[in-house]
């Protein structure tokens, strides 16, 4: 198989993408179970296969020392998916910001880490909501993590972390990672238009990807990815990639684009914005507090 | 070819100790190992000595690792590189500034988990404590909570077996075989654990993680009364003690091999299916245990251990 990246800012969509592709083959012709994922998905962050593939014990190593072997971890597992019997796509879920590892390679190991990379990214504003109530905090601690060039997921030092540690940086540093690398060809998905034509923007996404879908099976797949059946499914089994019981928060919370309009307070917006002002209008976000700016610049 | 370690280690500066049933004798001090008087014949000699920067005839290249014959390199880069014969022989080139005492403990984890893979030993990704005679083994992936659990077990009597490795003969009796070594715990644990008190040294220098004497450890084998494999509690899986389905079972033991990796490529695959049947199938028994991987939960976990040995016959309550 050939190695795809499903690339994201956490909360922008990544999961979602994910049960879409599971259920384009459902077993059973019935929505596909959300704590059972095929295995043609993986997790670049995983710690087992790390430890597994290189038989070093991950659990003795620095995260610098762990980056330095990273590049080629993903460049032996994309091998033995092109090395297997089935010549289909392999997907893995990745977090971590396309950066390079402390010897200057590509942490992700370029063109030898993945045949292609679709980038899912969402408006930083709805992101912001969706990370509080994923991270259990105030939605101004999101905002500050949204904001930090040194923001990582699972980089403690004082324990194990379940995930290796992902350097995100900060959204826009994030986003800019993926789309101005020029190792690996990309497919940018805006989470608002998976939400407005899904099945259209699924559908692209999956000729880029190279997976072959007839009409019939996106339509269904987008039928049994609605996000009530996906609310359904955590509300009656949980979901095992959900917050867990102490930080709070469900993992399927609104599923719906521009929530942030009756949420965020102006001053959190102002605070989103004036970070990631370049980045939201390349990809089409649209400033809330600009004509503020604006009136301010006209007045002086 | 390159030169292995001298076959005589009569040395007086070498160093005894004892790993999953076999005996060690190596040039380097390895901290973190409990060690042993001397014998003559030891099973496996380590020696500091040249190892070339790829081998002859590889049969299988990895990443950090090659195979030619009954040779094994490893190379941990910035660390050291490692070359493996025939299970019997570790030579070590230590790469760079590093000392040799942060080889240490990747010598007795990642390389003596691969010699064992090597001599063909069932060797599980487990900690193990003893109850009542009996090894508990609890198997698992990193972070599960093997050594959390054990060290708890520890602090109430319970002797340690094995902290991450754990070696399984099957001759007769299923046998599990103490990894000879402290405690590893990190700085997390050891609050959780409220174990301020009996940490050790740090088991490299860049790490918050710790060596921790326990109070009492088992010296030699002994046979296995349970086997449970940790899972964290997370939706649809509610926490407690299961036995899982015949298929589970039997894959149960190769899931958690010390390196899965290596069970295939050494064709070892009904070893570890046969060991899970025959220790599924005598009065011991396969479980998973699942939790919710939050030190708070201890005392809970430690007391559904307890109520389960009493209910498979180990009665292994600590006075």
């Not at chain 2, 590189?81 to 019997?88: A, D, H, N, Q, S």
């Not at chain 2, 077990?153 to 103490?178: F, K, Q, V």
């Not at chain 2, 005598?282 to 939790?291: D, E, K, P, Q, R």
């Amino acid at each position: 198989m050939s190695t795809v990246w499903l690339a994201s800012y956490p909360k922008s969509g990544n999961t979602w993408l994910r049960v879409l592709i599971a259920n384009l083959n459902p077993p059973g012709n019935l929505p596909i179970d959300i704590n059972n994922l095929p295995v043609n998905q993986s997790l670049a962050s995983a710690r087992e296969p790390f430890d597994d593939f290189l038989l070093i014990d991950s659990g003795l190593l620095t995260h610098e020392e762990i980056d330095c072997l990273r590049p080629g971890l993903h460049e032996d597992l994309a091998r033995r998916e092109l090395d297997g019997s089935d010549d289909g796509v392999h997907f893995a879920k990745v977090h971590d910001a396309y950066t390079l590892s402390p010897q200057g390679e590509p942490l992700l190991a370029g063109a030898r880490g993945a045949a292609r990379a679709i980038v899912i990214v969402r408006d930083p504003r709805d992101i912001a909501l969706s990370l509080a109530n994923h991270r259990g905090t105030a939605v101004e601690g999101a905002i500050a993590f949204l904001n930090d060039a040194k923001a990582e997921f699972s980089g403690e030092c004082d324990g194990l972390p379940r995930q290796l540690r992902q350097r995100l940086l900060s959204w826009s540093q994030h986003v800019a990672s993926w789309l101005e690398q020029r190792d690996i060809p990309t497919h940018l998905v805006r989470y608002e238009d998976l939400t407005a034509d899904t099945a259209r923007v699924f559908g692209d996404a999956l000729s880029f990807a190279g997976v072959p879908a007839t009409g019939d099976a996106i339509e269904r797949a987008v039928r049994f990815s609605a996000f009530a059946l996906l609310q359904q499914q955590e509300r009656e089994a949980g979901f095992c990639e959900a917050p867990r019981p102490f930080q709070g928060g469900v993992f399927f919370r609104r599923g719906r684009a521009g929530g942030w309009r009756d949420e965020l307070g102006p001053g959190q917006v102002a605070r989103i914005e004036a970070e990631h002002a370049m980045m939201m209008g390349r990809l089409g976000y649209r400033p809330a507090s600009v004509r503020k700016d604006a009136l301010r610049g006209a007045a002086a | 070819m390159q030169r292995g370690c001298p076959s005589a280690p009569a040395d007086p500066g070498r160093h005894s100790y004892s790993v999953a049933g076999l005996s060690l004798s190596s040039e380097l001090e390895l901290p973190g190992l409990i060690g042993t008087a001397p014998v003559s014949a030891p099973d496996v000699v380590i020696c500091q000595r040249p190892v070339l920067p790829v081998i002859e005839d590889a049969a299988a290249v990895g990443p950090t690792w090659q195979i030619a014959g009954d040779r094994f390199w490893l190379r941990i880069p910035g660390i050291a590189r490692f070359l493996l014969t025939g299970g019997r022989e570790i030579a070590v080139e230590v790469e760079g500034g590093t000392s040799a005492d942060e080889v240490a403990p990747f010598l007795v984890g990642t390389v003596f988990g691969i010699l064992l893979h090597q001599r063909n030993h069932i060797a599980l990704h487990a900690s193990a404590v003893e109850v009542n005679g009996k090894a508990v083994l609890f198997c698992g992936a990193s972070g599960a909570g093997k050594s959390t659990i054990s060290a708890a077990l520890t602090g109430r009597g319970y002797p340690l077996i094995a902290d991450d490795l754990c070696g399984i003969t099957l001759a007769g009796t299923p046998m599990a075989h103490p990894d000879g070594r402290l405690l590893r715990l990190w700085e997390q644990t050891i609050e959780g654990l409220g174990l301020g008190a009996s940490r050790g040294a740090p088991v490299r220098r860049r790490l918050q993680k710790y060596y921790v004497e326990p109070g009492n450890w088992a010296t030699s084998g002994l046979p296995i009364g349970a086997v449970y494999a940790l899972r964290e509690a997370r939706p649809p899986r509610l926490p407690g003690i299961e036995r899982p389905n015949a298929i589970d079972a039997a894959l149960l033991l190769r899931r958690n091999a010390y390196r899965p990796m290596l069970v295939a490529r050494t064709g070892q695959r009904a070893e570890y299916f046969k060991a899970a049947a025959v220790i599924a199938g005598s009065a011991a028994g396969v479980f998973y245990l699942t939790w919710p991987l939050d030190f708070a939960a201890i005392p809970d976990v430690l007391g559904w251990l307890e109520d389960h040995w009493a209910e498979i016959g180990l009665r292994g309550r600590a006075t």
